[in-house]
């Protein structure tokens, strides 16, 4: 089935992310198995609500938080992810430049992942009552968003997906920046984007309606699913 120029929302592309992820084998029939498809919310929860229900996989979320520069929050040094309910701990990427090296002498990085694990604590009681996301080891897990940039927060998440034990894993979404596509294509088994066209500006132009996704949103959709557990 051919695109549209645009999606007509996040809904709409995970219909068509999803058809094109059964069409390559990633559906519940033909793995054997449920998938676990982990959304990155909140932009990436419909998408991945579509993806869910038409390879009929497990929908659940990843929480992943940038690592700001102390003073310059907008400036990343890395990014931590939730553990699973394995027991594995939170993953964190570190860059590899002078901005973070200063911040991990100094301390200041420390402190900020410290905040920023409380920060998925707290979303982890609203999105799922507390609990941590599904056990990945030995799993097939495709992490969903609904567009990628620069490819930095679903990096970290893929990472943080390999270091669970996953034993398959998907980074699945409808449009990307050629750069950003490329950057993910060290940490995933494979990297599935409908679209990446040669001038990308931002991943709202290839939808009509990009309004910001809801914390009340993302706890419906996942209370439809079958796996929201909100307080």
Request: charged content about 20%; some cysteine; glycine content about 14%.
């Amino acid at each position: 089935m051919p695109l549209p120029p645009c999606f007509a929302d996040r809904r709409e592309a995970g219909v068509y992310l999803g058809r094109h992820l059964a069409g390559l084998g990633y559906g519940a029939a033909a793995l054997g198995e449920a998938p676990l498809v982990l959304a990155l919310p909140r932009g990436g929860v419909p998408v991945a609500f579509e993806v869910a229900r038409l390879l009929e996989g497990r929908l659940d979320i990843l929480l992943v938080r940038k690592i700001g520069a102390p003073g310059y929050p907008e400036l990343a040094l890395g990014a931590v992810v939730e553990g699973d309910a394995a027991g594995g701990g939170p993953h964190t990427v570190t860059n590899d430049d002078p901005w973070t090296r200063r911040a991990l002498d100094s301390g200041a990085f420390d402190a900020e992942r410290g905040r920023q694990l409380d920060e998925i604590a707290r979303r982890q009681q609203r999105y799922r009552g507390g609990a941590p996301v599904p056990a990945m080891a030995g799993r097939t897990v495709i992490v969903v968003d609904d567009g990628v940039a620069t490819g930095a927060t679903m990096r970290a998440a893929l990472e943080g997906v390999r270091g669970a034990g996953a034993r398959t894993v998907v980074a699945a979404v409808p449009v990307a920046s050629v750069e950003g596509q490329a950057s993910l294509r060290t940490a995933a088994d494979q990297v599935i984007c409908l679209n990446v066209p040669a001038s990308f500006g931002a991943v709202g132009a290839f939808y009509l309606d990009f309004r910001q996704t809801t914390d009340e949103e993302v706890t419906a959709l996942l209370r439809e699913s079958g796996c929201g557990r909100p307080a």
